[in-house]
């Protein structure tokens, strides 16, 4: 089944500790992508990927990293996590032809206490 | 720079009414591809619409329907006699036919549809 996962899916932490969400692929996508959703703010951008060892900044990048080694994996890294980082996160993969649509993972629910 | 506007934040209907969510968006891009996603309560997103800036015809699948006017850079989602099921929040987004192919959502409308 052609799907984008996410793990983990709810996670508690606490600032400062370092924390890393993990996205795969398994549909061979050279596109991905990570986006928060917050509350009145709709989905915004933090990073994507073009292909392999690619990666460019979206419009909230700030206090985040990505690392793009293989082309199925994306994963999300924070350094330090802090309270404002609390979101819902996305990953999420799309193919050729540029305008094909996203494929969303199930999300990862973080709390940064 | 690109911008997708709902400006409907939340919107309440009893089941059966007809319900039409607002998207408006702004592009400097000739060509362009616009989508509709939903998002029940479990949180998911599902795709529901994919139109390319060079079809506007309106689009029709099952209760929900589409009306893209470019001349009022509007893409608006109308759901006919809406159901229980229903009840979820919609984003509309934006995305540019070019090299950087981002995808910008609007902030999305929360539909409540009560039995």
């Known amino acids: 089944e052609a799907q984008v996962t996410q793990n983990p899916r709810y996670l508690i932490t606490v600032t400062g500790k370092k924390l890393t969400v993990t996205c795969s692929q398994n549909?061979?996508?050279?596109?991905m992508s990570w986006y928060r959703q917050d509350p009145g703010l709709g989905l915004r951008q933090i990073y994507y990927s073009m292909n392999v060892e690619v990666t460019d900044k979206g419009d909230v990048p700030e206090g985040y990293k990505v690392s793009r080694k293989e082309k199925r994996n994306f994963p999300l890294i924070l350094e330090s996590p802090s309270p404002n980082q609390t979101s819902l996160y996305f990953c999420?993969?799309?193919?050729?032809?540029?305008?094909?649509?996203?494929?969303f993972g199930s999300g990862t629910q973080l709390s940064v206490l | 720079a690109q911008k997708v506007t709902q400006a409907q934040t939340e919107i309440s209907v009893v089941e059966k009414e007809d319900v039409t969510l607002d998207c408006v968006y702004e592009?400097?891009?000739?060509?362009?591809?616009l989508f509709w996603y939903k998002q029940p309560p479990s949180g998911e997103l599902v795709f529901l619409i994919r139109?390319?800036?060079?079809?506007?015809q309106n689009e029709i699948s099952g209760r929900y329907s589409w009306n893209f006017q470019k001349s009022t850079s509007s893409f608006n989602f109308t759901i006919t006699a809406s159901q229980v099921v229903d009840s979820a929040v919609y984003f509309c987004?934006?995305?540019?036919?070019?090299?950087?192919?981002?995808?910008?959502f609007g902030k999305g409308t929360m539909l409540l549809v009560s039995p």
């Open positions: 549909m061979n996508h050279e596109y």
């Open positions: 987004a934006l995305m540019p036919n070019s090299g950087y192919s981002t995808l910008t």
């Open positions: 592009t400097r891009d000739t060509t362009y591809y």
């Open positions: 999420a993969s799309r193919g050729q032809p540029t305008n094909e649509k996203l494929f």
């Open positions: 139109r390319n800036s060079f079809d506007e």
